[in-house]
């Protein structure tokens, strides 16, 4: 199958659900009236994530679905992989192929709910149909450099609203804005183009204040250190006073919106015990904490600092409870919340200042409203989902056709069924001359495969070893991409359940053994990096009781064969003598690969969660004038920028030394734009 584009994918995505809801019904509405299906097992595929194929396999007996069995293993870690279970239990309990879909699985659930649907139908005695393969090139469209366009020019205008301040966008920062500048005393009206507020995970970057002193981590991080590893992480291209702002600042803001939820509890370790109403309610958990045993970090060369934390509920959205309350405080603040509809045009007065916004009310017959504000503030999400300005700003991710899940809807859709993130801020702030940062940074740290990123031995198709495997999941992606086909192996032997413990305590790895006995009822049980020895038992793709059946079964012959066997005596070798000498990977971390059975993952390119680059900023969240040709760089009044569409925050990459920290920023400046748009500062 040939790479579909975006809009061709979410053609094919939304005709997949489509099919699937018409088989769910059509097969619903015949087991009511004839109650039968022929007694057998039916197994069905579907296209997944990046062309994985997902199957699923079903039997019945004469009246009901007695099993399902979900295979999900070609799926993304965290994006799927995992979920097989989930779908088997919601397929039973509906007796039917019409199941809810797993928020953040968005392409996974469409492809069982497909796959299921066909094994209905085949049970009923019914033709499957199969969608035709509608090759790329038949429908590709040339997508056009040009990705800015003509400001849109509005005739009639139904309304005009008169506020203080404006905000753009109803994810994290838009919240944080929405409620700092109401309780600023400004009047605050907040444009949303999707039907509800739009959060996801909940991991934050956290320096000292009363949570690290409450967990025993103050000044466990010193902030100028963080600050030079953000700043070298991003090639010094970002600004160094917004991020050291955030680094001294930060917990004031969080404080200020966990005053928002004064219920929450709290947790002193990562997988606390906690009660099912607790984490209903919603938890906040430190990570990683207490650290390994054998894990500090001033002793990495890529180190994950210790002061993250988690917020963990029952929620599909996670953190989706803070956003609630922090809505209700700026509510009760005075905020109006405007779902549904799409902020068009920025207005300005004859200085350049900008003095409002209109607004097109998608939810309510189209009707345009201006709104006239003596602030906006811009807080739009990234870009994803425009495939123009992901060419002009981030063309690797389109040139290596790396899976984009803001393109595919993953991330939320607005009331008109797009995806919510398409550079709507970029192209407001340009249409009025704001400069755009250069050098985005695609977020595309690699999570691995069932045993995560955890630094075992890694081959590529060639049979060659080609990196130090002790890197972060930025990193290891870019390698990835470097090698044959952009495909790699990861290789462990039955001994890795010893080796874990000495494993880095990164974003994505396995660091931490449970024992065996530890109950699982505990709500707060799951956490990536720990593992049961028994919970990863299938997590591998290959496996074989000598190296030679292990590369056989990996489909290595020839050449590649010798190399492949060659490569891990080699580096075998290098663990026996305590140095490598090829790749520099610390001695600790490595272990020989010699007692079977054998293991090996497959590892891809991951996929990019949003391509993070904004309008020019500041510490105060200040826009600027100006092109990458004129970069003049003057202030523009009246318009502020926060979250994904804040730019110099990060650039080239996105930096993976702090778990949260584009969450975390996102609260601190939505929480300072919000102050200086009330204050007009």
Same mark, same amino acid.
């Given at each position: 199958?040939?790479?579909?584009?975006?809009?061709?994918?979410?053609?094919?995505?939304?005709?997949?659900?489509?099919?699937?809801?018409?088989?769910?019904?059509?097969?619903?509405?015949?087991?009511?009236?004839?109650?039968?299906?022929?007694?057998?097992?039916?197994?069905?595929?579907?296209?997944?994530?990046?062309?994985?194929?997902?199957?699923?396999?079903?039997?019945?007996?004469?009246?009901?679905?007695?099993?399902?069995?979900?295979?999900?293993?070609?799926?993304?870690?965290?994006?799927?992989?995992?979920?097989?279970?989930?779908?088997?239990?919601?397929?039973?309990?509906?007796?039917?192929?019409?199941?809810?879909?797993? #928020?953040?699985?968005?392409?996974?659930?469409?492809?069982?709910?497909?796959?299921?649907?066909?094994?209905?139908?085949?049970?009923?005695?019914?033709?499957?149909?199969?969608?035709?393969?509608?090759?790329?090139?038949?429908?590709?469209?040339?997508?056009?450099?040009?990705?800015?366009?003509?400001?849109?020019?509005? +005739? #009639?205008?139904?309304?005009?609203?008169?506020? +203080?301040?404006?905000?753009? *966008?109803?994810?994290?920062?838009?919240?944080?804005?929405?409620?700092?500048?109401?309780?600023?005393?400004?009047?605050?009206?907040?444009?949303?183009?999707?039907?509800?507020?739009?959060?996801?995970?909940?991991?934050?970057?956290?320096?000292?204040?009363?949570?690290?002193?409450?967990?025993?981590?103050?000044?466990?991080?010193?902030?100028?250190?963080?600050?030079?590893?953000?700043?070298?992480?991003?090639?010094?291209?970002?600004?160094?006073?917004?991020?050291?702002?955030?680094?001294? &600042?930060?917990?004031?803001?969080?404080?200020?919106?966990?005053?928002?939820?004064?219920?929450?509890?709290?947790?002193?370790?990562?997988?606390?015990?906690?009660?099912?109403?607790?984490?209903?309610?919603?938890?906040?958990?430190?990570?990683?904490?207490?650290?390994?045993?054998?894990?500090?970090? #001033?002793?990495? +060369?890529?180190?994950?600092?210790?002061?993250?934390?988690?917020?963990?509920?029952?929620?599909?959205?996670?953190?989706?409870?803070?956003?609630?309350?922090?809505?209700?405080?700026?509510?009760?603040?005075?905020?109006?919340?405007?779902?549904?509809?799409?902020?068009?045009?920025?207005?300005? +007065?004859?200085?350049?200042?900008?003095?409002?916004?209109?607004?097109?009310?998608?939810?309510?017959?189209?009707?345009?409203?201006? @709104?006239?504000?003596?602030?906006?503030?811009?807080?739009?999400?990234?870009?994803?989902?425009?495939?123009?300005?992901?060419?002009?700003?981030?063309?690797?991710?389109?040139?290596?056709?790396?899976?984009?899940?803001?393109?595919?809807?993953?991330?939320?859709?607005?009331?008109?069924?797009?995806?919510?993130?398409?550079?709507?801020?970029?192209?407001?702030?340009?249409?009025?001359?704001?400069?755009?940062?250069?050098? &985005?940074?695609?977020?595309?740290?690699?999570?691995?495969?069932?045993? *995560?990123?955890?630094?075992?031995?890694?081959?590529?198709?060639?049979?060659?070893?080609?990196?130090?495997?002790?890197?972060? *999941?930025?990193?290891?992606?870019?390698?990835?991409?470097?090698?044959?086909?952009?495909?790699?192996?990861?290789?462990?032997?039955?001994?890795?359940?010893?080796?874990?413990?000495?494993?880095?305590?990164? &974003?994505?790895?396995?660091?931490?053994?449970?024992?065996?006995?530890?109950?699982?009822?505990?709500?707060?049980?799951?956490?990536?990096?720990?593992?049961?020895?028994?919970?990863?038992?299938?997590? @591998?793709?290959?496996? *074989?009781?000598?190296?030679?059946?292990?590369?056989?079964?990996?489909?290595?012959?020839?050449?590649?064969?010798?190399?492949?066997?060659?490569?891990?005596?080699?580096?075998?070798?290098?663990?026996?003598?305590? @140095?490598?000498?090829?790749?520099?990977?610390?001695?600790?971390?490595?272990?020989?690969?010699?007692?079977?059975?054998?293991?090996?993952?497959?590892?891809?390119?991951?996929?990019?969660?949003?391509?993070?680059?904004?309008?020019?900023?500041?510490?105060?969240?200040?826009?600027?004038?100006?092109?990458?040709?004129?970069?003049?760089?003057?202030?523009?009044?009246?318009?502020?920028?926060?979250?994904?569409?804040?730019?110099?925050?990060?650039?080239?990459?996105?930096?993976?030394?702090?778990?949260?920290?584009? &969450?975390?920023?996102?609260?601190?400046?939505?929480?300072?734009?919000?102050?200086?748009?009330?204050?007009?500062?």
């Amino acid at each position: 199958m040939k790479d579909l584009s975006r809009r061709s994918f979410l053609k094919g995505a939304a005709g997949a659900l489509g099919m699937a809801a018409i088989a769910a019904t059509g097969v619903s509405a015949i087991a009511e009236e004839k109650g039968t299906y022929t007694p057998g097992t039916y197994t069905a595929t579907a296209t997944g994530i990046g062309d994985g194929i997902v199957t699923v396999t079903m039997t019945f007996d004469a009246e009901s679905i007695t099993d399902v069995v979900v295979d999900t293993s070609t799926q993304t870690a965290g994006y799927g992989l995992e979920k097989s279970g989930d779908f088997k239990e919601a397929i039973m309990a509906a007796q039917s192929a019409d199941i809810d879909t797993i #928020t953040g699985v968005t392409v996974t659930s469409t492809a069982v709910k497909t796959a299921a649907a066909a094994c209905i139908a085949q049970a009923r005695g019914e033709a499957v149909e199969v969608a035709p393969v509608v090759e790329a090139a038949a429908e590709e469209e040339e997508i056009s450099d040009d990705w800015l366009g003509e400001a849109p020019v509005f +005739d #009639t205008i139904d309304e005009t609203v008169d506020v +203080d301040v404006v905000v753009v *966008g109803a994810g994290l920062s838009g919240l944080a804005a929405a409620r700092a500048a109401a309780e600023a005393g400004a009047k605050v009206a907040v444009i949303e183009k999707s039907a509800s507020f739009n959060v996801r995970s909940g991991e934050f970057a956290l320096l000292n204040g009363p949570l690290n002193e409450r967990w025993g981590r103050t000044g466990i991080v010193d902030t100028d250190v963080a600050v030079n590893r953000l700043m070298r992480e991003c090639t010094y291209r970002n600004k160094r006073q917004i991020l050291r702002n955030w680094a001294v &600042h930060g917990w004031e803001a969080m404080d200020w919106w966990l005053q928002a939820k004064p219920d929450l509890k709290i947790c002193d370790t990562t997988r606390e015990v906690v009660t099912q109403e607790e984490w209903d309610n919603g938890i906040l958990v430190p990570l990683a904490w207490p650290q390994p045993e054998h894990y500090d970090y #001033t002793q990495e +060369d890529f180190p994950t600092f210790p002061s993250s934390m988690e917020f963990r509920s029952s929620r599909s959205d996670q953190q989706g409870f803070m956003a609630e309350a922090n809505i209700k405080m700026a509510e009760d603040a005075g905020a109006e919340f405007h779902y549904g509809c799409f902020g068009e045009k920025l207005l300005q +007065d004859e200085t350049g200042a900008v003095t409002g916004i209109i607004v097109r009310e998608a939810s309510n017959g189209n009707r345009i409203v201006q @709104y006239n504000a003596k602030s906006v503030i811009l807080a739009t999400g990234d870009n994803s989902g425009d495939e123009r300005i992901m060419k002009h700003f981030a063309p690797e991710i389109v040139e290596k056709k790396i899976m984009n899940m803001g393109a595919m809807g993953m991330l939320g859709v607005d009331v008109e069924g797009n995806p919510i993130s398409r550079g709507d801020g970029l192209r407001l702030g340009a249409w009025i001359g704001a400069k755009v940062q250069d050098f &985005h940074a695609p977020m595309t740290h690699h999570m691995g495969s069932g045993m *995560g990123v955890t630094p075992f031995l890694q081959i590529n198709q060639r049979g060659e070893r080609f990196m130090n495997e002790c890197i972060p *999941g930025q990193q290891l992606e870019n390698q990835i991409e470097l090698q044959p086909n952009q495909t790699t192996f990861q290789i462990y032997d039955s001994s890795w359940p010893e080796q874990i413990p000495y494993m880095p305590a990164n &974003h994505g790895g396995l660091c931490y053994i449970i024992p065996e006995d530890e109950d699982e009822s505990n709500p707060n049980y799951t956490d990536r990096q720990y593992t049961k020895v028994s919970a990863k038992a299938n997590s @591998y793709k290959y496996t *074989g009781e000598t190296i030679d059946e292990l590369l056989t079964n990996m489909g290595f012959e020839g050449d590649a064969f010798e190399t492949a066997k060659a490569s891990i005596e080699r580096y075998n070798e290098l663990c026996r003598n305590g @140095y490598d000498e090829d790749f520099g990977k610390p001695a600790g971390r490595m272990f020989a690969i010699e007692n079977g059975p054998f293991y090996a993952c497959e590892w891809g390119t991951t996929s990019m969660l949003v391509c993070v680059g904004g309008l020019e900023s500041d510490e105060n969240c200040h826009t600027f004038t100006g092109t990458a040709e004129n970069p003049t760089r003057d202030l523009i009044k009246g318009l502020y920028v926060c979250g994904n569409v804040q730019g110099s925050r990060y650039a080239v990459e996105y930096p993976i030394c702090f778990r949260g920290i584009s &969450h975390s920023l996102c609260v601190y400046y939505g929480w300072i734009a919000g102050q200086n748009a009330a204050k007009g500062v």
